[in-house]
């Protein structure tokens, strides 16, 4: 009786299609994904159990030292808002009139950006963003000359002609300070807004660890 | 590497022409794909890691500030001091006899604390009911102030507790100098502002 032989298979599986699938995803995955912006300074965020996602915001950063800087949403937001700096208060700060499109162009490249608008802005302006982002020192905000007020009052103006917002749907200001920023700065960023009529803002967190938040949920 | 050789010998048994080997033209995907669930794995893990999320705050209108009738029994002040000190007392601003030290911790902290005022409050003056919702609420009114040396994660964490505790009424303030006094006092009323209030 002859032997049965059963006919050896390949076990090699045909790769292309999972190849192809997980390019895909990995495509999609790179596309979506936004890095994070450069900024002129690490902040270190605190927990918080929130979790309330905020997109479009003027954010204002409040660093260690207390410095407070401003983050607009996009390029072109930033370029409307150096026209309305202009615009409205050109009294006080006429060297922002008087800028070049090479040095407007060079304000949109810098995401965040915090400096004495009554310094030598234009000077400021002709270098490169990085290093326009690098010599960062703070908005000003104390009492006497609160810029980060003009700041963010141009900044509604922008978005006022950008997305024509109804009175509700106005742009959003978040607050983003270091956990061992000196509570007071933040009470002056917090007094800047209220002044410029600004009653209800976030205050940006990261998600708390899993043991501090399910302590939580068991009150 | 993934695949098994199942030719088995080959060759040999025709002889005679010599014919060039038949390569094939399957190349073992199996490495590519391993390394593009690798960077799939490590897009996936630092977008979602890295937002981050937000908390509401708002601060009260100043034209329009409305007087509601307070009962002392409600209050509890909050200030926060340095290095994590949390203190509190319970009675109205200004009256530092009762200042108490506690913390953020969890168990046993200020989130205790504000829990027992809760129920203190609850028993005493009631519930309030949300019309919307239909929820109840506490009537405890939270004053929250920074002394001298607070950080700003400090006023997160406060903020966070007002959440855990659903704490409704709750406000930042200023700080009255007289607390200053009694914290950089260690908590104990300085007895030269006592002999003032008393004249």
Redesign the interface.
Known sequence: MPKVKIPRKSTSVDMTAMCDVSFLLLTFFILTSKFKPTEPVAIDLPNSRSSIQVNDAIKISVDKNGKAYINYPSATFRLKTLEKMGEYYKDKYPQLTQLTDKQKNNFAQVETFGFDSKSNIPELLSKKPDEISKMSTGIPMDSLDNQLGDWIQAGRYADVDINHPTANGAIRIAIKGDKQTDVKAVQQVIKTLTDNDIHTFNLITTLAGGSTSATADQK | M???D?S?GGGGKHGGKVRGKKLST?V???P??DL??L??TF??L??SL?????????????DKEKQKDVKEGQLINVL?GKDDIVWYYETKEGNMTDMKQTTFS??GGI?DVI?RKHARVDRDYGMDEDKKTKEKTHKTIVLIK?AE?????????I??EM???KSKIYA?QDIVPIEQETIDNDGKVKTETVTVKQK
């Open positions: 993934a695949e098994i199942t088995g399957k073992d995907l199996t590519m794909v593009a669930f960077l799939i897009f996936m630092t977008t890295n937002k981050p999320k937000a908390m509401d705050l708002s601060m009260p209108k100043k926060l969890g168990t989130r829990m920074m040396g607070a950080k700003y994660k400090d006023m997160v964490d903020l966070d959440d855990i505790t930042i």
